[in-house]
C-alpha cells in the first residue's frame, strides 16, 4: 500500500475515534439531565459503567491523536487538514445516529456546503 493510502487510512480512523468519543463524552454529560453537571455529586458520577465509559472516550481520544500524528507522517498538512475537517458530518452523522439528536434537512444541507468548501481547499495530489 503506498505512503498516501496508509495516510488515508490513519486520518479516516482519526476522524472516527475522535469523533466517537466526543459523542461518549456528550451521551455521559446527558446522562445527569441538564444542567445538573455541576450539581452531580462524586458518588453518583463515579459508578463503573460510567467511568468506563469515560476510560473508553479518553482511550478513543488518545489513539486517535496519535493516529492523527502518523497520518502526518504520510500526507501534506495542507491536504491532510481540510479532510480532518469534514469530521463535521461524522459528527452530525454519529450524533443524530446514537444520541438521538435531531438533524434538520437544512442542517444537512450545511454540512454538505461545508464539505463542498473543504473539496475546494483540498490541493490535487
Do not use: H
Request: proline letters at 2%; aromatic letters at 10%; one cysteine or more.
Amino acid at each position: 500500500m503506498s505512503q498516501f493510502a496508509v495516510g488515508n487510512v490513519y486520518l479516516l480512523l482519526s476522524m472516527t475515534l475522535a469523533t466517537g468519543s466526543q459523542v461518549l463524552f456528550k451521551g455521559l454529560v446527558d446522562a445527569y439531565g441538564e444542567g445538573s453537571a455541576a450539581g452531580v455529586t462524586l458518588r453518583e458520577f463515579l459508578t463503573t459503567a460510567t467511568l468506563l465509559r469515560g476510560v473508553l472516550a479518553g482511550s478513543m481520544l488518545v489513539a486517535g491523536f496519535a493516529l492523527w500524528i502518523l497520518c502526518l507522517t504520510k500526507l501534506e498538512l495542507s491536504y491532510a487538514y481540510p479532510l480532518a475537517c469534514s469530521s463535521v458530518l461524522l459528527v452530525a452523522w454519529f450524533s443524530a445516529l446514537f444520541l438521538g439528536e435531531p438533524v434538520s434537512a437544512r442542517m444537512w444541507v450545511g454540512t454538505l456546503l461545508v464539505l463542498g468548501g473543504l473539496v475546494l481547499l483540498t490541493p490535487r495530489q
